[in-house]
């Protein structure tokens, strides 16, 4: 990554204590993004089952037309891609944080083990305690936060080093891995097919209430992440660098694990583990705009489009509405292969 003092062209919004950097190419590429999930969401708002003309669809969002189509658009669809929308960018900024953190890309909550462990929290809750959505919600929030403590205190060696994190995390994950797996075989039948739909990842049957949940929860956690996106740059130069540019490092680290871990968390709890999203939008927006560092936003942004585009392919293109996480997991392959060769073709 290219140093931050030789970042070209670079214009700063500053209120207060909110520093906010960003360039031409990279305003474009969030645009770009912003049309490309808002063709493809009134695309989804108007194909399906009951077919709905997209003037009709917009006419619905503005509170016209007939009860059906509003009910249709407003009452079923929309909450749906708004969803798709906010886990999507959610689970960009986290894939952002922790890639920075651990300056690797793979070090993303989905390798390192905080979504699983958000999982098992949830499975625990589901299979043994059989709790309300609340409880789930509350079980998955708790998981990622143990995952967190367990993966920082294992790693943390007279400082945080990144690629011990990624070890330690990758390690732990198929711990996880293995109790989340116990936990179904243990069971019920009936209990044991929702766990594993579950596990997939899913929009379907959500609705308003799960959308306010998640408009609150990152309400608070978004700003937190853009207010520490300008240490979390610095930190990607290195810990001595960071700490004579006058950044709390070890403060910083983890103020930033835990708004990453919320992130997931409230991720996970809504929709259950998505795969692969939080891998791969972080670095998809970073090669487009082209920043010197991860930045949250495109980040957020390219999550945002992603779990759109598999979430329009996952009711859309099959017979029967499928888990959005099989699609996004058939992306996550895809992704793998390419920055696999990448990385070969750049060492070569």
Known sequence: MRSMLDEPRAFRIQPARLSV???????????AMIVVGTVVGVWTLSTGRA???ASEVIEALLGGGSDRNRMIVVDWRLPRLLLAVLLGGALGVSGAVFQSLSRNPLGSPDIIGFTTGAATGALFVILVRSGSGTDV???AVIGGFVSAVLVYALAYRRGLATYRLVLVGVALSAMFV?????????????DAAMAHVWQLGNLNSL??????IVSITLAVLVPAAIWLNRPMQMMEMGDDTARSLGIPVERMRIGLILVGIGLVAVATAIAGPIAFVALAAPQLAHRLTRTPGLSVGPAAAMGAVLLVVSDAAAQRFTETQMPVGVITVSIGGIYLVWLLFSEKRRST
Not at 178 to 190: G, K, P, T
């Open 21 to 31: 950097r960003f360039t031409p190419r990279a305003v474009l590429a969030v645009v």
């Open 51 to 53: 077919g709905i003309p």
């Open 137 to 139: 919600a509350v079980g």
């Open 178 to 190: 293995s109790v989340n797996e116990w936990l179904i075989l243990q069971a019920e039948l009936d």
């Open 207 to 212: 609705g308003w209430t799960e959308v306010h």
